[in-house]
């Protein structure tokens, strides 16, 4: 978060420079800006504070978006000035992600305790029942939480990821590289994730840049957590996972980019769990599909998400 007190010269010319990028890639054809959205900052169990974005009426639908891994929530950005009037969405940044805090070093990293950050997320926004919207390691995490506390879920809408193992990489240096223009740092972001979806382009990932990113007086960082690149030495055995989808209680649309390369093992973990709760469909694009068919994909979502049925035909 940059700071609105103390500035330098560089750092000035550098927001502006990020600045001009929101006004181009917030845009939506014609020139229309996006709806305007609230932030939001909750307090956690584990000590640290955890922020998001909130679109519409907080007396609406409450719906909360989980991102992928290394991604933020700016990953709904397109989306959600486009779901419906009564659909209150919070698309929140995971610990270690965006504008959310870090775990202490004391800590080691499990995907699994994300589920006790959700769980203080809800809490924190005083919600009782509640949908999720989410994306690859966000609709693990939102898979995970309804099997194991299907009294709180009502739906659940996943994007290319149901379960499954964590997408970390191979172990890679963790330094903190500064990027001397801001060009530099939306291409890093380009090139890391155009190897899951060659149909994205610069300007997709913009948005997902600058809520990931920190402006200093050298040029840019990443504000994530660099663990988060590190092996993770939890690991859940298949047989579990095929479990938890067959506990999924809450009608389930999965989503799966025709482009994905998950798709195949998607379909087969779906065909194998049996659970009629859930629903597959498939959308033109990729991985991250989110980015560039919003139109479609907040078509679908706003379906599925305000109908009254308890399947998810």
């Given amino acids: 978060m940059f700071s609105l007190t103390t500035r330098s010269a560089s750092q000035s010319q550098r927001i502006k420079q990020i600045l001009r990028y929101k006004t181009i890639f917030m845009a939506e054809p014609g ?37 992928g891994w290394l991604n933020n929530a700016a990953t709904f950005d397109n989306i959600a000035p486009l ?33 006790v950050d959700v769980r203080d997320v809800i809490k924190g926004l005083g919600w009782d029942k509640f949908s999720f919207f989410c994306h690859s390691m966000g609709a693990g995490v939102a898979s995970y939480f309804a099997a194991a506390q299907p009294e709180l879920v009502q739906k659940m809408e996943d994007l290319p990821r149901l379960l499954g193992r964590s997408l970390n990489s191979p172990p890679v240096p963790t330094e903190n590289k500064v990027y001397k223009t801001w060009d530099e740092i939306v291409t890093r972001v380009w090139d890391a994730n155009k190897k899951l979806d060659s149909l994205l382009s610069r300007d997709d990932v913009a948005v997902i840049a600058r ?3 920190i402006c200093i007086d050298e040029g840019y960082k990443f504000s994530h957590d660099n663990r988060l690149k590190e092996p993770s030495l939890l690991y859940l055995p298949h047989e579990t996972d095929a479990e938890f989808i067959k506990a999924i209680q809450c009608p389930t649309l999965l989503i799966i980019a025709e482009e994905s390369i998950f798709k195949e093992g998607l379909n087969k973990k779906v065909e194998n769990a049996g659970n009629d709760k859930i629903k597959v469909v498939t959308a033109p694009g990729g991985h991250h599909l989110q980015l560039y068919s919003h139109k479609d994909i907040a078509a679908l979502a706003n379906q599925f998400l305000l109908s009254s049925s308890s399947s998810a035909s």
Avoid: M
Wanted: hydrophobic share 30%; aromatic share 10%.
């Fill in 31 to 67: 020139g229309t800006l996006q709806e305007e959205f609230t932030p939001v900052s909750i307090p956690v169990s584990s000590g640290g504070n955890i922020a998001g974005k909130a679109w519409g009426n907080p007396k609406g639908q409450p719906v909360l978006g989980l991102h």
């Fill in 211 to 213: 809520r990931g990113s």
């Fill in 83 to 115: 779901l419906d009037k009564d659909i209150y969405f919070v698309s929140i940044d995971l610990p270690g992600h965006g504008h959310s805090y870090h775990r202490s070093q004391s800590c080691r990293l499990h995907f699994v305790d994300y589920l």
